[in-house]
């Protein structure tokens, strides 16, 4: 192809296992060290510097520094979704590298998306929305209506905050283990956020589980409740 977009390259940057470990790793929206995803995939630190280089050459992560530190993220937003879509296309297909380990019905529970909620918990807190009238609009394209509006700001999040931002205010984003939508954008990380600040939930550690307490629990199901 002479034409377009490079779709081999990028194809190529992520198909590395190695590349693609450290990608994930990077999917709960830390900022992590060479040395730290050198572990994560499993290589010395000389080759995960050059892994690192030609993802942050290609556009997938960025990089700052921190005294004498250098930490990398995912570039922006949409490389989290691609990621997220890829795993969720990769999982239709029963590309899947290894049998379930422990921590895999968490992970599937609820889980952190970059920055928003995922997993069960993710897709249900948007079919949630839709039931109560907060969320409409095409499946693609979700919506808040005046109804979701009052809801977000009856429980304390800036709304006016939220659409002061440069990124939407709604976003869908394709789950890849329950394989269908759950919502992103400035709203879905507030709503997130709202559970871990208030630590009604937590990240788990070394993992992208988001574990809730049992009053976050309570909390969760009273403010998104299940049809019926």
């Not at 380990?101 to 807190?125: Q, S």
């Not at 789950?175 to 400035?186: K, M, P, T």
Request: with cysteine.
């Amino acid at each position: 192809m002479s034409e377009g977009p490079d779709i081999a390259r990028l194809a190529a940057l992520i198909g590395d296992p190695a590349r693609a470990n450290m990608l994930l790793a990077l999917m709960d929206g830390r900022a992590l060290t060479a040395t730290e995803l050198a572990g994560a995939a499993g290589i010395g630190l000389p080759t995960a510097s050059s892994h690192l280089a030609k993802l942050e050459e290609g556009g997938l992560l960025a990089q700052r520094k921190q005294g004498r530190h250098r930490y990398f993220t995912l570039a922006d937003l949409a490389v989290g979704r691609m990621i997220e879509g890829l795993m969720g296309f990769a999982a239709a297909r029963g590309h899947v590298r290894h049998k379930a380990g422990p921590k895999e019905p968490a992970l599937r529970k609820a889980r952190i998306c970059y920055d928003h909620l995922a997993g069960d918990y993710g897709v249900r807190m948007l079919d949630s929305l839709r039931i109560m009238g907060a969320i409409v609009g095409e499946e693609e394209h979700p919506q808040l209506t005046p109804a979701g509006e009052a809801l977000v700001c009856d429980n304390g999040i800036d709304l006016a905050g939220l659409k002061a931002q440069r990124r939407p205010l709604c976003r869908a984003c394709l789950d890849w283990s329950e394989r269908r939508i759950h919502l992103s954008g400035a709203l879905g990380k507030a709503l997130l956020d709202h559970f871990l600040t208030h630590g009604h939930a937590r990240r788990a550690p070394g993992s992208r589980a988001i574990v809730f307490s049992p009053e976050g629990e309570r909390r969760f199901a009273a403010m998104f409740p299940l049809a019926g």
